[in-house]
């Protein structure tokens, strides 16, 4: 039985080196390298130290977890092989899910087919949960179409009218995930791409809510981009007073802000769909100040979830990853860490590794008797989206990515606006 090399060192892997063998089997396909690597590595840290603090714990059900983990180099057509291989060949157990709704979206095709739960932890775009699979959950507060009413209510709730924008600049590279913000944002259809049929009409759209008019749209291609000053000029020449940067990729979001900064554009506030990672941060230094972004975890959220059966804070986690790795999570390692609270709540609340009983387990789950993670606590939908759960609003300010909205669920920091140029 071989397990990746990155093991070495960890819990699991001493377990492995004394000829221990793993009862249940856990695979999980991401991209460690290609796009989406950094991302793909942090969801690869975030299971792997659920699983070895599970192992710590005497395992689930009594039985150790071996967490196997494939590189899909982000490829499509590489993730459902290495899911087809976890089922057919190494006889896993249960999956995780992989990074980025253009991964997901064939991936879910393979799991409903093969009657696996389907544990989400990064594929927002609404048709994944559109095609009728049973036994998918996505442990986010929404599809990616919905991102856009959390900036269009902190914009009204935190802004006297006198303060708030009034145009927009949207700027979006051509990605699942972008695209699937845009739509909320703009008011666009979602198309469901087997037969062409509308899935949701997002009309007026959330800034059109806000009462806030687009001056300007582009679209990038999704891979070899990199006329990104001639991007920021265009914005710079709209003179939006709001401009949305929808990225594939937190890198991406970076080439943006140097563009931005390097033509001097002024506006008065800034939105990205991608740059809760300390990777932005490090690419942009002072020119990240009060840019926002929305996000699904902050460290400073005090949710209060259980692992192994006993209750584990956010704030165990953040201090388990820093030991583990030497720096402080993000939301790409937080969100895979719940997935793996999920499925561990699930084996034991069905009582075995059955995958449709604990499917019947989770879709049983209500707002008063949830799944309790660091992210919070989740109950879902009949098509496997969060109930009752709206995006965290963040915003970077000094270097530190500030929590700042909704201002009714915990402490959050003063907004900063409005943006004073880059």
Same mark, same amino acid.
């Given at each position: 039985?071989?397990?990746?090399?990155?093991?070495?060192?960890?819990?699991?892997?001493?377990?492995?080196?004394?000829?221990?063998?793993? %009862?249940?089997?856990?695979?999980?396909?991401?991209?460690?390298?290609?796009?989406?690597?950094?991302?793909?590595?942090?969801?690869?840290?975030?299971?792997?130290?659920?699983?070895?603090?599970?192992?710590?714990?005497?395992?689930?059900?009594?039985?150790?977890?071996?967490?196997?983990?494939?590189?899909?180099?982000?490829?499509?057509?590489?993730?459902?092989?290495?899911? #087809?291989?976890?089922?057919?060949?190494?006889?896993?157990?249960?999956?995780?899910?992989?990074?980025?709704?253009?991964?997901?979206?064939?991936?879910? /095709?393979?799991?409903?087919? /093969?009657?696996?739960?389907?544990?989400?932890?990064? @594929?927002?775009?609404?048709?994944?949960?559109?095609?009728?699979?049973?036994?998918?959950?996505?442990?986010?507060?929404?599809?990616?179409?919905?991102?856009?009413?959390?900036?269009?209510?902190?914009?009204?709730?935190?802004?006297?009218?006198?303060?708030?924008?009034?145009?927009?600049?949207?700027?979006?590279?051509?990605?699942? =995930?972008?695209?699937?913000?845009?739509?909320?944002?703009?008011?666009?259809?979602?198309?469901?791409?087997?037969?062409?049929?509308?899935?949701?009409?997002?009309?007026? @759209?959330?800034?059109?809510?806000?009462?806030?008019?687009?001056?300007?749209?582009?679209?990038?291609?999704?891979?070899?981009?990199?006329?990104?000053?001639?991007?920021?000029?265009?914005?710079?020449?709209?003179?939006?007073?709001?401009?949305?940067?929808?990225?594939?990729?937190?890198?991406?979001?970076?080439?943006?802000?140097?563009?931005?900064?390097?033509?001097?554009?002024?506006?008065?506030?800034?939105?990205?769909?991608?740059?809760?990672?300390?990777?932005?941060?490090?690419?942009?230094?002072?020119?990240? #100040?009060?840019?926002?972004?929305?996000?699904?975890?902050?460290?400073?959220?005090?949710?209060?979830?259980?692992?192994?059966?006993?209750?584990?804070?956010?704030?165990?986690?953040?201090?388990? =990853?820093?030991?583990?790795?030497?720096?402080?999570?993000?939301?790409?390692?937080?969100?895979?860490?719940?997935?793996?609270?999920?499925?561990?709540?699930?084996?034991?609340?069905? @009582?075995?590794?059955?995958?449709?009983?604990?499917?019947?387990?989770?879709?049983?789950?209500?707002?008063?008797?949830?799944?309790?993670?660091?992210?919070?606590?989740?109950?879902?939908?009949?098509?496997?989206?969060? #109930?009752?759960?709206?995006?965290?609003?963040?915003?970077?300010?000094?270097?530190?990515?500030?929590?700042?909205?909704?201002?009714? %669920?915990? %402490?959050?920091?003063?907004?900063?606006?409005?943006?004073?140029?880059?």
């Amino acid at each position: 039985m071989k397990l990746q090399t990155l093991l070495a060192g960890t819990a699991m892997g001493a377990m492995v080196a004394t000829g221990a063998m793993a %009862e249940i089997k856990i695979g999980a396909s991401l991209p460690l390298t290609g796009a989406f690597s950094i991302a793909g590595e942090k969801h690869n840290q975030g299971y792997q130290l659920c699983v070895d603090l599970i192992n710590e714990r005497g395992g689930i059900l009594g039985e150790q977890v071996e967490l196997i983990v494939s590189d899909n180099r982000s490829d499509p057509a590489t993730a459902i092989n290495q899911y #087809e291989r976890f089922i057919n060949v190494d006889g896993v157990d249960a999956v995780f899910g992989t990074f980025s709704s253009r991964l997901t979206f064939p991936v879910a /095709n393979i799991l409903a087919r /093969n009657g696996f739960v389907h544990p989400v932890p990064a @594929g927002g775009a609404l048709r994944i949960y559109t095609q009728g699979h049973e036994n998918i959950f996505y442990f986010q507060p929404n599809a990616a179409e919905y991102v856009g009413s959390s900036v269009r209510d902190m914009i009204n709730d935190l802004l006297a009218e006198e303060d708030r924008p009034k145009t927009a600049a949207v700027v979006v590279a051509d990605d699942f =995930f972008a695209n699937a913000v845009e739509a909320g944002l703009l008011g666009l259809q979602v198309m469901d791409p087997a037969d062409g049929s509308v899935v949701q009409d997002m009309a007026p @759209g959330y800034l059109s809510e806000a009462g806030i008019e687009v001056v300007y749209t582009e679209k990038w291609p999704e891979e070899g981009f990199n006329d990104w000053l001639n991007l920021a000029n265009s914005i710079k020449r709209s003179e939006a007073e709001l401009i949305i940067a929808l990225t594939a990729s937190a890198e991406e979001a970076v080439q943006i802000t140097r563009a931005l900064q390097t033509v001097r554009a002024e506006p008065k506030m800034v939105y990205y769909s991608q740059g809760t990672q300390a990777e932005f941060y490090e690419g942009t230094g002072d020119a990240s #100040e009060a840019i926002l972004m929305h996000t699904s975890w902050h460290p400073a959220a005090p949710y209060m979830g259980v692992l192994a059966g006993e209750e584990f804070s956010n704030q165990d986690f953040a201090d388990a =990853f820093q030991a583990a790795y030497n720096a402080a999570p993000d939301e790409d390692s937080a969100i895979p860490f719940a997935v793996c609270q999920g499925i561990e709540q699930a084996i034991i609340g069905a @009582g075995s590794t059955d995958n449709a009983a604990m499917g019947d387990w989770l879709s049983a789950r209500t707002a008063d008797d949830p799944v309790r993670t660091i992210l919070g606590r989740f109950n879902w939908s009949d098509v496997g989206l969060p #109930e009752g759960k709206p995006f965290l609003m963040a915003q970077w300010n000094g270097g530190e990515l500030q929590f700042v909205y909704p201002t009714d %669920e915990f %402490e959050t920091s003063p907004l900063n606006h409005p943006k004073n140029g880059f």
